[in-house]
């Protein structure tokens, strides 16, 4: 264990009232296995993004710390890090990232240090990027479908057992567990999608990051940007939009938390759509909001679609 875990940070400071309030609640129901470490002892886990932290958090159970670098509701493709995300990746045990391109920051902010990292998309198979500037990049987005997540855990097993290889079995079994979750909402996903009538089969958002849930559910996948990194919408690209949706008669289009609406405001306007809600992608939720896991995150933005362009509520 790194010495750097027991300065006494700000963090520190806040994770001992954590803990202070945590025992408050649990009182000492948690302190009878014998090999508990305290929040405090923990190997730290960072993350580059709230959906990663919860993954990496069905993984590691008790065992590990997991933190995310960006907090909900972050625009996460062009983050940039503040010195004291830094300060806390710099005392970290190990860094996950999702890769593809997805953390344009993220090159930089490991470079100089001396903690290691682990791509967790690993051995995905990438859907390329089909329009803008992106052209023939994978589309980074790939923890929208369960199945690759799947592989997203084998590869967090590997990261984990590695970083702590005492407890690589409860890895394992930890793993095998949120796996079989992973695949009944995969079947979920693919099963309430299919009930679409052939010609509400189109997901029209803002963001070009669906291309994976869109060939789970065989939808037609169309978006005014491709990645939020060039978030201003062009007038080429609303008109675009709203060329798609008359032809194809959408009855409802979409927006992601992390982004504003207006562009897709200005494609409800010129057509017959209506504004079909906020989709989850690049960030959880608040605990208390409708969001808080991935698993939620899937169920919420699959029964958002149905209901919209069925027209039911
Ligand atoms: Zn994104």
Redesign the pocket.
Known sequence: MPSSHFKLTTRSITLLSTIATALLLTGCASSGAKDNLSQEEKPVVLTTFTVLADIAENVAGDHLRIESITKVGAE??GYEPTPGDIKKAASADLILDNGMNLEAWFGQFVGGLNVPHAVISDKVVPIDISEDAYTGKPN??AWMSPLNVQIYVDNIVEAFSDLDPANSVAYSQNAEAYKDQLQNVHDELVTELSHLPPNQRALVTC?G?FSYLARDATLTEKYIWA??AEQQATPQQITSAIEFVKKNQVPAVFC?STVSDAPMQQVVEATDAKYGGTLY??SLSESNGPVPTYLELIRHDTQTIIQALTGKN
Request: net charge negative; charged share 25%.
């Open positions: 996460i493709h980074p987005h963001e990051a990645v939020n992601e992608v690049d």
